[in-house]
């Protein structure tokens, strides 16, 4: 069975860090690009970044460019995001997801494949 779960969600204060990771079973990350993406209460699902399947392109939402950074490692199957300097508006259910690229390509507009369950991320005091 092809999974994807994404872990690292919390409470964590303003200007704090989390870092989310996605790992895959029943497949190899390391021929899909993934994105994270995230929703509010409220709100439309949105983009927030995505990776190649290369590890060579990398795109961010405007929103979060300069604080959130994605990687991945495909010894672990595992694609991370790393969340600084977070905020509240931040706060939603993140999840992550997969699909079939080519290499150096990534976008967040793609209907991806395959998703996560979503792991929850809370800013605040």
């Known amino acids: 069975q092809l999974q994807l779960v994404e872990s690292g969600g919390g409470l964590v204060q303003p200007g704090g860090s989390l870092r989310l990771s996605c790992a895959a079973s029943?497949?190899?990350?390391?021929?899909?690009?993934i994105g994270w993406f995230r929703q509010a209460p409220g709100k439309e699902r949105e983009g927030v970044s995505c990776?190649?399947?290369?590890?060579?392109?990398?795109n961010y939402a405007d929103s979060v460019k300069g604080r959130f950074t994605i990687s991945r490692d495909s010894a672990k199957n595992t694609v991370y995001l790393q969340m600084n300097s977070l905020k509240p508006e931040d706060t939603a259910v993140y999840y992550c997801a997969a699909v079939r690229l080519f290499p150096t390509m990534c976008g967040m507009q793609r209907k991806y494949d395959y998703w996560g369950q979503g792991t929850q991320v809370t800013v605040s005091s």
């Open positions: 990776i190649s399947s290369s590890g060579g392109s990398t």
């Open positions: 029943g497949f190899t990350l390391a021929y899909y690009s």
